[in-house]
């Protein structure tokens, strides 16, 4: 669609982001096929056994591999409005960290206090300045989830330290 | 007159008081998270799926159909006040709703959206009502070639007709199909994709894939574009009611956004986004006052897709509780919560779980009347919730997403995968993939396959079954004009016409 866009660039070549995507998909599609092919079949459901639809899976998803591979060559379909925003790389990278800080501190520490850990690099990633007031709302929040959750949902979540300083 | 018979012993399980708390806590609920940007019902009913080891079926689906409904009436209220949908099926109210209220016109704008709403919740839950029955007598002709041909259309419709590209709309769909075969071979026992991870056989979770997608990634992907500017509040001025003269642009708008929106929900093709964008496009073109749409922002313009959306939201019931075809994310994850219960969705589930089923639908006229209590004099009241600042909103949808997965199991894998498909829905989101044919494909994708093996089983490994059916014959032709259709069609005009701009999921 970019290709007779005025705005676009005017060379619509490869689009490089969009290209990876394709070729990304077509690699997926021949994991999954070979991940198929390795999976012992009892000769009894030899007709339409447990592969039959991964096969077909795979099929589809290698033609669509390659329908979006050819529209990354005529210039990619990536809305204008998308291109022109530059990411906020910075932003996303504190968000990241704080999922990585979660899955690490959630075993050692529990919850709540990963939690928290979260709740502050997440804030700071989307521009809050205030560190410490974002703990105590974190934490706080993370309390509440952790006994909604605990509690009313009968959902049992990892205790750890803060946890079993309130007894829970 | 059995419906009326059916749907007063319904009243009968919604009106008791455990279950009149279960509506008003769903609805409260779900007009929260419409209000709140970045949070939907698909994610809200995700992450409250636990809920269903711990109390009755009716219980559970009130409480979701509850926040179902909210949503779409909480979402109208982001898109008159912020300019930003709430959730996707309101971006069009968005487009007048929000000029009205910049014309100071705002509280109309949300009164007549409100009142819209409760007219075509009543008139899409009625149909609801009176069409499954209907659905289901035809439904019992159905044998396994005739659903799985079935599903072949609602896939082709949820992901190629509805969207901006029918190649990324199919393939976020085929991506869903592998997630949902991850896991242990229920006819066979083999296991599949799990790559040796003894926490894949369960398979991946829909929890873990809604929250993934809807949380994680719209986070991420909200965090990149920052700068991208930013809408602002705009305060509400002027009373909640209406002019005479607004009620006589309403009402017929309200009628015909109802008429527009419940057949195309109850399709097998579902979305609340296309009838809304019919229903503007036809106010627009009835209207006498023209001159308002765009400018100072017309009622008709706001009254008509709100009734639209509200009535497809209904519609989109009728194919969820009499063919188990889910048609959007949400009905999906409501899918998985049957599944949960071990009642399986079909023809049979109005007489197997006659309490369920009319007990929901009358629920449904309940939470419409809860709704619109709660959105009109408690207007003021989610205001105040558009206030909360981004950052401290963004950090806590992530606490609550992690407590929701990381509650599942207690395994830190299912936060790996939970981190992984959200860095996939930010990807989706940045190429414009559209996330909600990923969740229907993860739960539909299964039963596809059990309905294909079944009709090749009975037919001893015959392909012809599928063709030879009628009825299944006349499916797959269906779904395969509905693929080509417009692409013919657009090669005949010779004009590229882009269809409605995708915006991801209902999240």
Redesign the interface.
């Known amino acids: 669609m970019s290709v007779s866009d005025p705005h676009s660039d005017p060379h619509p070549g490869l689009a490089l982001p969009e290209a990876l995507i394709g070729i990304g998909l077509l690699v997926c599609a021949g994991a999954v096929v070979w991940q198929t092919a390795v999976m012992p079949v009892s000769p009894m459901y030899s007709k339409v056994g447990p592969t039959v639809f991964p096969y077909m899976t795979a099929a589809g998803l290698a033609i669509l591999a390659i329908l979006l591979f050819i529209q990354a060559m005529r210039g990619g379909w990536q809305p204008d409005d998308e291109k022109e925003v530059k990411a906020d790389w910075k932003s996303v990278a504190f968000v990241a960290a704080g999922l990585v800080a979660n899955v690490a501190l959630i075993g050692p520490l529990g919850f709540t206090a990963a939690s928290a850990v979260l709740f502050v690099l997440v804030a700071h990633g989307f521009g809050s300045r205030q560190p410490i007031r974002n703990a105590v709302t974190g934490l706080v929040l993370s309390l509440a989830a952790y006994f909604g959750f605990a509690k009313a949902l009968g959902v049992n979540i990892g205790a750890g330290v803060i946890e079993r300083l309130l007894g829970a | 007159m059995d419906t009326l018979s059916q749907l007063a012993h319904g009243f009968a399980v919604a009106l008791t008081w455990q279950n009149l708390l279960w509506c008003l806590l769903g609805t409260t609920l779900g007009t929260a998270i419409g209000v709140l940007p970045g949070l939907g019902p698909a994610l809200t009913i995700a992450l409250?799926l636990?809920?269903t080891?711990?109390v009755a079926p009716e219980a559970s689906f009130i409480l979701f159909a509850g926040i179902y409904y909210g949503a779409m009436y909480g979402g109208s209220t982001t898109s008159i006040l912020l300019n930003t949908p709430g959730e996707s099926a309101t971006i069009v109210t968005a487009l007048e709703g929000n000029k009205m209220a910049r014309s100071g016109r705002g509280g109309a704008a949300l009164a007549t959206s409100a009142i819209g709403s409760f007219v075509a919740g009543m008139i899409g839950t009625l149909g609801v009502a009176f069409l499954a029955p209907v659905v289901v007598s035809f439904a019992l002709a159905f044998g396994p070639a005739e659903y799985f041909s079935l599903m072949v259309l609602a896939f082709v419709m949820v992901s190629a007709v509805l969207g901006s590209?029918a190649?990324?709309g199919?393939?976020s769909l085929?991506?869903g199909?592998?997630l949902g075969?991850i896991g242990v071979?229920l006819?066979?026992g083999?296991p599949?994709?799990t790559?040796g991870v003894s926490e894949l056989l369960d398979g991946t979770s829909m929890i873990v894939a809604a929250v993934g997608l809807f949380a994680?990634g719209e986070?991420?992907y909200?965090?990149?574009?920052?700068?991208?500017g930013r809408d602002e509040i705009i305060p509400l001025k002027g009373s909640l009611y209406m002019t005479a003269q607004e009620w006589a642009r309403s009402w017929k708008a309200w009628l015909r956004g109802a008429a527009i929106g419940f057949p195309i929900g109850a399709l097998p093709a579902g979305g609340a986004e296309i009838p809304t964008f019919l229903s503007y496009a036809l106010e627009k073109k009835l209207s006498n006052h023209k001159e308002e749409f765009g400018t100072t922002g017309a009622i008709e313009g706001v009254a008509g897709p709100e009734a639209a959306n509200n009535a497809s939201a209904a519609g989109v019931l009728v194919p969820m509780l009499t063919l188990g075809l889910p048609t959007s994310a949400t009905a999906a994850i409501m899918l998985s919560a049957f599944q949960s219960y071990g009642i399986n969705p079909g023809p049979l589930l109005l007489q197997t779980q006659p309490a369920l089923v009319w007990g929901l639908v009358a629920s449904l006229f309940v939470a419409n009347v809860l709704l619109v209590i709660l959105n009109l004099p408690l207007i003021g009241l989610w205001v105040r919730l558009l206030k909360i600042?981004?950052?401290?909103l963004?950090?806590?949808i992530?606490?609550?997403a992690?407590?929701?997965t990381?509650?599942?199991s207690?395994s830190?894998v299912d936060?790996?995968l939970l981190?992984v498909l959200?860095a996939m829905g930010?990807?989706m989101r940045?190429?414009?993939f559209p996330t909600a044919p990923v969740i229907i494909g993860m739960i539909l994708?299964p039963l596809a396959?059990t309905q294909?093996?079944r009709a090749?089983?009975i037919s001893?490994?015959d392909w012809s079954v599928f063709y030879t059916h009628p009825l299944s014959l006349t499916l797959l032709i269906l779904a395969l004009l509905a693929l080509l259709g417009p692409r013919v069609y657009g090669i005949i005009v010779h004009r590229?016409t882009?269809g409605p701009e995708h915006v991801p999921g209902d999240a």
């Open positions: 409250l636990p809920i080891f711990q590209s190649v990324r199919l393939t085929f991506v199909f592998f075969m071979d006819q066979t083999q599949r994709f790559f994680v986070t991420l909200v965090a990149s574009r920052r700068y991208a600042p981004a950052p401290q963004y950090a806590g992530l606490v609550f992690t407590v929701g990381y509650g599942i207690q830190p936060l790996i981190y959200g930010f990807l940045r190429f414009d994708g396959e294909f093996r090749m089983t001893n490994g590229r882009r």
